[in-house]
């Protein structure tokens, strides 16, 4: 089993930054790639972006070039960079990890871009 824990939503006005966090421990060792996914009201659970043991990154289309997911010195941890944010992406944001015998989310920490 992984845990996950979340931190370093919170609200935002359009056009500025939050950095996420995101800690993994317990079975990690068979660890595959890390992720970002997020749920805005009424709508699926989407991917934003996710990063291999490898260091292979994929980005969702709606946040290319404003948003950098990078590991930690640590192999457990991992980051989402946001920058330039719009009210568009004002969601729920949960951390998933990938190894060979599962996955696993956080439970989710809120974004809210709002003027």
């Known amino acids: 089993q992984v845990q996950l824990v979340e931190s370093g939503g919170g609200l935002v006005q359009p056009g500025g930054s939050l950095r996420l966090s995101c800690a993994a421990s317990?079975?990690?060792?068979?660890?595959?790639?890390m992720a970002w996914y997020r749920q805005a009201p009424g709508e699926q659970r989407v991917l934003v972006a996710r990063?291999?043991?490898?260091?292979?990154?994929t980005y969702a289309d709606s946040v290319k070039g404003r948003f950098t997911i990078s590991r930690g010195n640590a192999a457990n941890t991992v980051y989402l960079q946001m920058n330039s944010l719009k009210p568009e992406d004002t969601a729920v944001y949960y951390c998933?990890?990938?190894?060979?015998w599962g996955s696993g989310f956080g439970q989710g920490t809120q974004v809210t871009v709002s003027s």
């Open positions: 998933n990890a990938v190894m060979t």
């Open positions: 317990g079975s990690i060792l068979s660890m595959k790639a």
């Open positions: 990063i291999t043991s490898g260091g292979s990154t």
